[in-house]
């Protein structure tokens, strides 16, 4: 068993990036790397010194999906306890994704290769997606006779409407980074050499303002799509109180009387 951490984690000038760092299986998902996962997310939640979050993958893919060896465990487990070994699994699963969904903090996924099964749904599961221009990215749950299971049947729809998810999870189909961008998966598609620092500086600018706004307007938007105009309006008033009362909006707002009770300077 190799010592090496599943998954690294770097903090540059506030932006955060968290590398799987199983190359060797193209960062294909283990156990090992859900815990890894959930104890890195919630150090970035807590730390507020970082204001964004970048996720990439080391090597030359972005994430595999499911570890072939959980997939061979499953096959060789008796019938009785494959169901529920499953559940299991799929439990620790939902809550790393939720986990990096839910972040209070901007979230950027930088796909450096292939990103299939699991490993798409981890993509898009964040605020944002970036992919490089040699990047792939599948839903290919199909060709193992399965759903998709991390997050996919709920992220998918809400990037490119309900009928081409359907197309692209019943078939499985690959598509390029450009494919990807044409019908609004992912946000953006830049050159391979330049991927990481063009994540870096947008997460830099997408997180440059309040923090606690950001994290109280992305927990809200999170909800729209299941809650009510009525319930949005309310969520919204809890939290502009909340912003009212935050040290970020005194300081910005102080500024900008000051600035407009300034003497102008006759023409």
Not at 8 to 33: F, K, S, T, W, Y
Not at 54 to 77: I, L, N, P, S
Not at 112 to 136: I, R
Not at 161 to 184: C, D, H, P, S, Y
């Amino acid at each position: 068993m190799s010592d090496k951490p599943a998954i690294l984690l770097d903090v540059e000038d506030g932006i955060a990036i968290m590398r799987l760092n199983r190359p060797e299986v193209r960062n294909a998902i283990d156990d090992a790397m859900r815990s890894e996962m959930m104890a890195i997310i919630d150090r970035v939640s807590r730390d507020d010194a970082i204001r964004a979050l970048v996720v990439t993958g080391e090597g030359k893919g972005f994430c595999a999906g499911g570890d072939v060896k959980g997939m061979r465990a499953r096959m060789e487990a008796p019938p009785g306890s494959v169901a529920i070994n499953g559940w299991r699994r799929q439990q620790r699963t939902h809550h790393a994704i939720s986990m990096l969904h839910n972040l209070p903090k901007v979230t950027i996924a930088a796909v450096n290769g292939a990103a299939t099964g699991l490993g798409c749904d981890l993509a898009l599961c964040c605020d944002f997606v970036m992919a490089s221009d040699s990047a792939m990215l599948t839903m290919s749950y199909i060709q193992r006779g399965l759903i998709p299971d991390g997050g996919g049947m709920y992220f998918l729809p809400r990037r490119v409407g309900l009928a081409r998810a359907k197309e692209l999870v019943f078939t499985g189909r690959r598509l390029t980074g450009a494919e990807a961008l044409a019908i609004n998966m992912i946000e953006r598609v830049v050159p391979h050499d330049t991927l990481l620092d063009e994540a870096k500086a947008w997460a830099k600018e997408l997180s440059a303002g309040s923090l606690a706004a950001l994290a109280l307007a992305k927990t809200t938007m999170n909800q729209s799509f299941e809650t009510s105009m009525e319930d949005v309006f309310s969520l919204g008033s809890q939290a502009q109180a909340i912003c009212y009362s935050t040290q970020e909006h005194r300081d910005s707002v102080t500024a900008f009387l000051a600035k407009l009770d300034r003497p102008r300077e006759p023409k």
